[in-house]
C-alpha cells in the first residue's frame, strides 16, 4: 500500500513514518511527504498514493479542505487524519476519511487504520476496461461531469478559473493546481495561469499582442494557438522548454 504523508511538522512527520517502519502487515511503502496541501498535490500529481495520512492544522489551506479536492481525482487515495485535535471528527468523516487519529499515535491504532483502508481496496471494483475519463467540476454550485477529450483549455482569472471546450465555457469554483492533478499527463502548463490539452495545441509563435510580452517590457511574447478556438495563450519564459518539448515529441 503506497503512503503518502502530510504534515508541516517534520517531527510528525518523522514519527509516522518510524512507525510505518515497524508495521509489517499490510506492508506498506512511504512514497512521498508533503508540509502543506499544495505540496501534497503536487506529490500524487508525479507519484500516485493508496492512502494519505493528513495532518488537519496546517498553512494555507487546511487538510480537510485538501481531503475534499482529492475525491474528486480520478483514482482518490483514501485518507486517515492524524491531528491533535479531537473536535474535527465529523467534519473528517464527512469528507468519507477512512479513519481518524488523535496525536500522539499509537503503533496498534495506526495498525488498524491500515488495516481498514486494505480491506477497503481489496473491496474496490476493477475500472471498467475502456471507461472514458472524466473531469468532475463545481461550476457556480453546479457539480459537472465533463469527458477530459472534450477540455480544451482552463485559464485562472481573478477568483474563478475558465475551462474552455469547443461549444461551452465553464467557470469553475476548482483551484487550477487541483484541476491540474485532476487532468493528468494529457495536459500542459504553458503558464502559471493555464493549462492547455497538448493535443489541441496548434502552434508555438512569438506575438506581439501577448500578457506575457506587454508585462515583460519586451512589445512580444511567446504563446500557443488553441485549436479548434483559434485562440492564443500565452506562454510563460519558465514554461517555453516544456512546450517545445511536449510539441516535437508528440506528447
Do not use: C
Not at 481489496?122 to 453546479?142: C, I
Amino acid at each position: 500500500m503506497r503512503v503518502l504523508i502530510v504534515d508541516d511538522e517534520a517531527l510528525a512527520r518523522l514519527r509516522l513514518r518510524t512507525l510505518l517502519d515497524g508495521i509489517t502487515e499490510p506492508a506498506t511503502t512511504i512514497v512521498g511527504e508533503a508540509g502543506d496541501a499544495d505540496a501534497a498535490l503536487l506529490a500524487l500529481n508525479q507519484t500516485p498514493a493508496d492512502l494519505v495520512l493528513l495532518d488537519i492544522a496546517m498553512p494555507g489551506r487546511d487538510g480537510l479542505k485538501l481531503a475534499q479536492a482529492l475525491k474528486a481525482l480520478p483514482s482518490p487515495p483514501a485518507v486517515v487524519f492524524v491531528t491533535a485535535h479531537a473536535q474535527h471528527a465529523l467534519a473528517a468523516f464527512e469528507v468519507e476519511a477512512a479513519d481518524y487519529l488523535t496525536k500522539p499515535v499509537r503503533r496498534e491504532r495506526l495498525q488498524a487504520a491500515l488495516e481498514r483502508v486494505a480491506a477497503r481496496l481489496l473491496a474496490m471494483p476493477a475500472p471498467a476496461a475502456g471507461a472514458e475519463p472524466v473531469l468532475v467540476v463545481s461550476d457556480r454550485g453546479r457539480v459537472l461531469r465533463l469527458p477530459v477529450r472534450e477540455v480544451l483549455y482552463l485559464k485562472a482569472e481573478q477568483k474563478y478559473v475558465t475551462l474552455r471546450t469547443a461549444q461551452h465555457t465553464h467557470v469553475l469554483d476548482d483551484a487550477l493546481t487541483d484541476l491540474e492533478l485532476r487532468l493528468g499527463p494529457g495536459f500542459l502548463r504553458v503558464h502559471r495561469n493555464a493549462l492547455v490539452a497538448v493535443q489541441a495545441i496548434r502552434a508555438l509563435e512569438l506575438r506581439a499582442d501577448t500578457a506575457e510580452g506587454v508585462a515583460a517590457g519586451e512589445g512580444e511574447g511567446w504563446a500557443v494557438r488553441v485549436a479548434p478556438l483559434d485562440e492564443w495563450l500565452a506562454v510563460s519564459r519558465r514554461q517555453l522548454p516544456a512546450v517545445r518539448a511536449a510539441l516535437y515529441s508528440g506528447v
